[in-house]
């Protein structure tokens, strides 16, 4: 009998009673605990524009559920599932996804105080939400198991995208865990340069694309997730992408299909609820009324919420002897049916619109006089304040080191932030901060309207978004609230923008999704035929194409039709927000408001840089502390003046020119001989002056004699001597005087040689 103590592992003592199989030749001691199931395994994926995904599995981190290591030239990803074994009563999936980008995969050391990657970058956020809207919608509404997976970024080449790779190894990964998973899927990005077709171009090909497109597919070459910005790409220049982006993603999911079958770990089985059904006694007490409030088309978004809130109060107060949580499960799924059957039924929508009806739109530009730009939109429910904050270039905003490296952007002149206070609808909560969902919706915002802002543009932009109230799509509110709050602040973009979302309900069977026959398509859907519903497809673009897209799904993936059905919709729909819009404000007003800021150059002669900038910059600093106006550096001889508004510039442009024109030094020829005054006397010359309204410039060693000089005082010169000069004009690299006494002997030398000459003669 051996004693083991381990401290973090035993809180008592724990005895091991040795048998002759615990025992190996060396005399260590094993635990009989269970072996690898599978040894190492790797899985190669072609790619047809040539390149290759390798993943691997076996080797690393083998008490997570699922581990794989998924490589694409030397950009690499390592990522782990783990869940617990303990069921949860929850109504969402209880899926947590956490991508990491480590400051070593690209060779640096984090700059914070303590040297480490702490909390989440945006990019971090954005891209977790992408992983994780391509994977929960295949897992059993019945999985009740807290699950985390965790994307470590351990490689970057710079080449690679590690997003659409951490999708990728994602599916692989929970593929071959126990984790019960109606996968696997398979991810690719599709763009456009030059009229062709890219399919995982590089981050060096993406800046020059007119798409950045992002599609998961299911084996069935149903779509569950789409993701992108654009640049005005047309309809049937989309549709293209997102077919051959299904395409290919068949072949990686057959290869991690291929994988699963070789190493996979038998799915742990959902055990079946044992709630009692009370779908009958619910159903006879509520039904007629839940379908009385969803076919009243008086209700709106808090009137119908009150109304199906009451109801579900009386019917539990009703049954209180049975059990609350079967009687609110079976409420609720009551509810959904009933709202989904109506649609089929009377093919009009809770709020009386036909399928393709805009809800009432309302707009209005410049709310506020003191705001650069400001804009309200109003649809149906849903309301956004959008203003627009225009400052110097050197208020972009700065992207952190990782991100930077990683997508090639250092800083953008153009960012928005969005914010969804509780009050938009009718709760209470923290005012402060931001969360995912925020992130996520600014993100896409700001993807629809980036393309219409000119490249060139000499300030930042800023642009709010606040939702004040929501039923249904603000963040495509925000589109089109930011579109026209851009256009009153004067922003030469090039297009209005405008946003939609799109929404479904069908009869999908989840096992076999072709099948479906019936569903409808709704065109600007309320929050309740989001939540109820199976798709929301959000789409933002101009007349001319779209500019960014987002497609989440509840259900196991959508058809390529009904996809392809959904954009035209939406195509149809931003051209009559778009028409509404332009009878607001139909392009970036011309004339500047005396509070708008102003952007100038002025190009200042290098021999003037010293007296414009003054002693360490003390006269740029001067004229921000009195003027606000910002001056930069631009080149060798052009500087920027960025100014909060007219007057500030016309104040620092005359104290600029009185600092240039202060004391004004008297024209110098080119050839002529001057009296100088010594001043100084220094070890690399004499520093003197012309004039005494002049600055001090020097004459340097070598143009002091003939003979080389080390040091002036060997020739005897003192302070306030005066010497003869000739001027050679200026230095055209540092602005500085020419001056040489040497020439001056030199022609003196060559006078009395031409005199002893002639006297000789």
Known sequence: MVLLRHSGLFNKRCFLFLRPGNHSKNGNIHLNAKPTESAEQIEEIKLSDGKTISLLTGKYARFASGNVIAKCGETSVMTTTVRKNEAMHSHITPLTVDYRQK????????????????????????????????????????????????????????????????????????????????????????????????????????????????????????????????????????????????????????????????????????????????????????????????????????????????????????????????????????????????????????????????????CQVGLFKPLHGSAFFQRGQTQVMCTVTLDSLENALRMDSISSLISGIKDKNFFLHYDFPPYATNEIGRVTGTNRREIGHGALAEKGLKAVIPKDYPFSIRLTSEVLESNGSSSMASVCGGSMALMDAGVPISAQVAGVAIGLVSNFDDSNTKQAEQYHILTDILGIEDYLGDMDFKAAGTKKGFTSLQLDVKVPGLPTKVVMESIQKATSAKQRIIQIMNSVIMSPRDCKADNLPVYETIEVPVHQRAKFLGAGGYNVKKIFADTGVNINSQGENTYSLFAPN???????????????????????????????????????????????????????????????????????????????????????????????????????????MLGVVAENE
């Not at 620092?652 to 202060?662: N, V």
């Open 646 to 752: 007219k007057d500030a510039m016309t104040e620092a442009k005359e104290m600029i020119e009185k600092i240039l024109t202060k004391e004004s030094e008297p024209e110098l020829a080119f050839g002529d001989i001057y009296t100088a005054k010594i001043t100084e006397i220094r070890d690399a010359g004499l520093m003197i002056t012309l004039y005494p309204n002049m600055h001090p410039t020097l004459l340097p060693n070598s143009q002091l004699d003939r003979r080389r000089v080390h040091h002036p005082s060997v020739l005897g010169f003192q302070v306030g001597q005066e010497i003869q000069v000739k001027y050679f004009g200026r230095d055209p690299v540092s602005g500085q005087i020419r001056l040489s006494r040497k020439v001056l002997q030199e022609a003196a030398s060559e006078t009395r």
């Open 103 to 362: 400051a070593a995969a690209i060779g640096r050391i984090p700059s914070n105080y303590f040297r480490r990657d702490l909390g989440h970058t945006e990019q971090e956020i954005l891209t977790s939400r992408l992983i994780d809207r391509s994977i929960r919608p295949l897992f059993d509404k019945r999985y009740c198991y807290e699950t985390q997976i965790v994307c470590n970024l351990l490689a970057v080449d710079g080449i690679n995208d590690p997003e659409v790779l951490s999708i990728n190894a994602v599916s692989a990964a929970l593929s071959v865990s126990d984790v019960p998973w109606n996968g696997p899927v398979g991810a690719v990005r599709v763009g456009i340069i030059d009229n062709q077709f890219l399919i995982n171009p590089s981050r060096r090909d993406l800046h020059h694309s007119n798409l950045d497109l992002i599609v998961t597919c299911t084996s069935k070459s149903c779509i569950i997730m789409i993701e992108g910005s654009a640049n005005d790409v047309s309809e049937p220049d989309l549709r293209k992408a997102i077919r051959m982006g299904v395409k290919e993603c068949q072949s990686i999911v057959s290869s991690i299909i291929q994988l699963r079958d070789r190493v996979g770990k038998e799915k742990a089985k959902i055990p079946e609820e044992t709630i009692e059904d009370m779908s009958e006694p619910v159903r006879n007490f509520s039904e007629e009324e839940i379908r009385n409030i969803f076919t009243c088309y008086t209700h709106d978004k808090i009137s119908r919420d009150n109304a199906i809130n009451d109801l579900r109060t009386r019917m539990l107060d009703n049954f209180k002897e049975d059990n609350p949580e079967a009687v609110k499960t079976a409420f609720d799924t009551l509810v959904k049916k009933t709202f989904r059957s109506l649609i089929f039924e009377t093919h009009k929508r809770c709020d009386g619109r036909e399928f393709n009806d805009l809800r009432d739109i309302k």
